[in-house]
């Protein structure tokens, strides 16, 4: 009964090979977004999707780039990836219509980056 | 700087023990989350305590909010092997659909 789900579950690339990773959800959520976690670290907000609407974070490289089709599917692209772009991401999900609310999310159980 | 910071970074306890987890915050927050996290896997939510809420209680788990100090605690009760994971704190990101995590403690319960 998995609800929100990634693939790969791990994915190795090569230096420079652009990669994508996707995201799909059956919560029918409106927000989703996507996570950069590194080794014992908190996960770091890249980017969320309000419905279409597209929100970057300030500090996410331009090198990461996102897409979201439908309210099912999200991906995340990668154009050039470095080393240091090696990590795990995490798609998360939440229902939310108000900027005070409760944002609840949803993960799902990532995907494994490895650069060589 | 992150906008949840927890104590300790890791805790080991024995089967049986309480495990006691601290966040801290800067910001005025309506809400704070808990969730989990098992080693390779995505996170959990496990508890939302709101501000005018003090203590809240789920099964084995038991989540504290005091903002004045700005500081929420989890307590784990009778812990089991099966609770070893990361458990982060998690708050509203100002002006935006988002969630800031704090920087997490990794709890290991030796069995």
């Known amino acids: 009964d998995a609800m929100v789900i990634q693939n790969p579950r791990y994915q190795v690339t090569q230096f420079g090979k652009p990669v994508t990773l996707s995201c799909s959800q059956t919560?029918?959520?409106?927000?989703m977004y996507w996570y950069q976690q590194k080794s014992s670290q908190a996960p770091k907000l890249l980017f969320h999707y309000y419905d279409k609407d597209f929100n970057n974070e300030a500090d996410t490289p331009d090198n990461f780039q996102s897409r979201r089709p439908n309210t099912s599917f999200c991906f995340l692209d990668i154009r050039s990836p470095g080393l240091g772009d090696a990590a795990m991401y995490l798609c998360?999900?939440?229902?939310?219509?108000?900027?005070?609310?409760?944002?609840?999310?949803?993960f799902g159980a990532g995907t494994r980056l490895s650069v060589l | 700087s992150q906008q949840g910071e927890e104590d300790p970074q890791a805790l080991s306890i024995q089967e049986g023990e309480n495990a006691t987890m601290n966040c801290s915050y800067k910001t005025s927050i309506n809400n704070l989350q808990w969730y989990r996290q098992n080693s390779g896997r995505g996170l959990v939510h496990l508890i939302l305590?709101?501000?005018?809420?003090r203590e809240k209680h789920s099964g084995r788990l038991r989540v504290t909010l005091d903002t004045s100090k700005k500081s929420s605690s989890l307590l784990i009760t009778a812990s089991r092997a099966a609770d070893t994971a990361s458990y982060f704190c998690?708050?509203?990101?100002?002006?935006?659909?988002?969630?800031?995590f704090g920087s997490g403690t990794r709890l290991q319960v030796q069995p």
């Open positions: 998360a999900t939440s229902r939310d219509m108000s900027l005070a609310g409760e944002h609840i999310q949803y």
């Open positions: 998690a708050t509203p990101s100002t002006g935006r659909r988002a969630l800031t």
């Open positions: 919560l029918n959520h409106n927000v």
């Open positions: 305590i709101r501000s005018n809420e």
